[in-house]
């Protein structure tokens, strides 16, 4: 019994680890909760970035510049198609953002993806019309 105990507290120190939001940025996963996505995520061998959301970590939210105070956690289904000006932007399924204890975050593309090229931007379903856009890190 007394080498199950030190093994018991060595995977919850490990489980709790999940849930700090740097591991959870560093590695690119979801925490639960409004506003678990991370900053970063990967797709296609790439990273996306998006500045509103960092899993909870305080420093994203004191590295914001006023500008990105104001703007909003998320935009609506609606809002991406005024944004990217038709209506009704076909969005791809490309990937999911893992999330721990809930269901994955759906990673799409606006349209068709043509074989070995490269998005620049990259939509997560953060929660029922909740959109994030992330964009390309580093250089094409």
């Known amino acids: 019994m007394r080498v199950s105990v030190p093994v018991l507290v060595v995977l919850g120190a490990l489980g709790g680890v999940a849930f700090i939001p740097k591991v959870a940025n560093h590695v690119g996963y979801a925490l639960p909760g409004e506003k678990g996505l ?4 990967h797709y296609n061998g790439r990273d996306y970035r998006s500045d509103v959301t960092c899993a909870g970590a305080r420093w994203c939210e004191d590295d914001r510049t006023p500008e ?4 909003p956690y998320c935009t609506s289904r609606a809002g991406l198609d005024r944004a990217r000006g038709s209506s009704g932007t076909r969005l791809v399924k490309v990937d999911d953002v893992f999330a721990l204890f809930g269901p ?5 593309t606006a349209g068709a993806l043509p074989a070995g090229e490269t998005v620049t931007t990259v939509i997560v379903e953060a929660s029922a019309d909740c959109y994030l856009t992330y964009t390309l890190m580093g250089g094409p």
């Open 38 to 41: 991370p900053y970063r995520v």
């Open 68 to 71: 990105q105070r104001v703007r």
């Open 104 to 108: 994955s975050h759906p990673v799409f």
